[in-house]
């Protein structure tokens, strides 16, 4: 875990405003996220908020009466910067889940936007969409609370798509927190993977970035995806700053 702490929940804090919940509330110095029927950990879960935050077993079952009344799994979202409930959790038999490391980049100033991304500020392009569902295999509906998620960004957003042979090979969106880009979403078509789309995409969204006045960014990857911490690695995100797991039951 990074020394500087500051930085940390900064990033933390940015993290979540790019990845939103359709629901939220703040319990105990903590953020209850909850999305229907949305599958992602991250927009379901309880999250440390930076300050002072309950402890216990006590606070723990209060919490699990907000699953309980959304009729969804308990689970608990464990940075390292704030993980003070994840050994009691551990004791209650709340199994460890999906690590995943925290990435800095303290300069995005060589990033350059490439001719063959298209980068969309107004609203979610009807491809972005199209590609990001083909990968995930939702349905419908799932599309629409997804839609209506990504629509809860409230700070600056652009969503790059890289185009080959005339359709979309990758993409990924970039959100621009008080002068921090978090690039959240990065897929690329498997079809075409090993010719640096991503890449693409992820640098042309930063030199967007860089345009609108951001100078640093921040992504989060699944620790064990290795081949995707190297891509990041190669563009600058050379500093990890904290990692978190899941407490599911």
Same mark, same amino acid.
């Given at each position: 875990?990074?020394?500087?702490?500051?930085?940390?929940?900064?990033?933390?804090?940015?993290?979540?405003?790019?990845?939103?919940?359709?629901?939220?509330?703040?319990?105990?110095?903590?953020?209850?996220?909850?999305?229907?029927?949305?599958?992602?950990?991250?927009?379901?879960?309880?999250?440390?908020?930076?300050?002072?935050?309950?402890?216990?077993?006590?606070?723990?079952?209060?919490?699990?009466?907000?699953?309980?009344?959304?009729?969804?799994?308990?689970?608990?979202?464990?940075?390292?910067?704030?993980?003070?409930?994840?050994?009691?959790?551990?004791?209650?038999?709340?199994?460890?889940?999906?690590?995943?490391?925290?990435?800095?980049?303290?300069?995005?100033?060589?990033?350059?936007?490439?001719?063959?991304?298209?980068?969309?500020?107004?609203?979610?392009?009807?491809?972005?969409?199209?590609?990001?569902?083909?990968?995930?295999?939702?349905?419908?509906?799932?599309?629409?609370?997804?839609?209506?998620?990504?629509?809860?960004?409230?700070?600056?957003?652009?969503?790059?798509? !890289?185009?080959?042979? =005339?359709?979309?090979? %990758?993409? &990924?969106? $970039?959100?621009?927190?008080?002068?921090? #880009?978090?690039?959240?979403?990065?897929?690329?078509?498997?079809?075409?993977?090993?010719?640096?789309?991503? !890449?693409?995409?992820? =640098?042309?969204?930063? %030199?967007? &970035?860089? $345009?609108?006045?951001?100078?640093?960014? #921040?992504?989060?990857?699944?620790?064990?995806?290795?081949?995707?911490?190297?891509?990041?690695?190669?563009?600058?995100?050379?500093?990890?700053?904290?990692?978190?797991?899941?407490?599911?039951?």
């Amino acid at each position: 875990m990074h020394t500087d702490q500051a930085l940390c929940w900064r990033v933390e804090e940015a993290c979540q405003l790019a990845w939103p919940s359709l629901h939220a509330q703040n319990i105990g110095g903590y953020v209850f996220r909850y999305s229907g029927s949305n599958r992602s950990r991250r927009a379901n879960s309880f999250n440390p908020l930076n300050g002072q935050r309950a402890q216990g077993e006590d606070f723990i079952t209060q919490a699990e009466q907000f699953f309980e009344h959304f009729q969804m799994r308990s689970c608990f979202r464990m940075p390292e910067i704030g993980a003070e409930l994840d050994d009691v959790l551990a004791a209650k038999g709340y199994a460890r889940e999906a690590e995943t490391i925290t990435l800095y980049a303290s300069d995005v100033s060589h990033f350059t936007q490439a001719s063959d991304v298209e980068i969309s500020t107004e609203k979610t392009p009807e491809s972005w969409l199209n590609f990001y569902f083909s990968l995930a295999e939702e349905d419908d509906h799932q599309r629409q609370v997804f839609s209506e998620m990504l629509s809860k960004v409230a700070p600056p957003i652009a969503y790059g798509e !890289a185009i080959i042979d =005339g359709q979309v090979g %990758a993409i &990924a969106y $970039v959100v621009l927190v008080n002068g921090l #880009a978090i690039i959240e979403a990065v897929a690329t078509n498997p079809n075409y993977r090993r010719q640096g789309l991503a !890449a693409k995409v992820v =640098g042309s969204l930063l %030199a967007w &970035a860089r $345009v609108q006045g951001c100078a640093e960014a #921040a992504l989060q990857v699944v620790a064990e995806n290795e081949p995707a911490t190297n891509l990041y690695a190669k563009l600058g995100f050379s500093t990890e700053l904290y990692r978190y797991h899941y407490r599911t039951k």
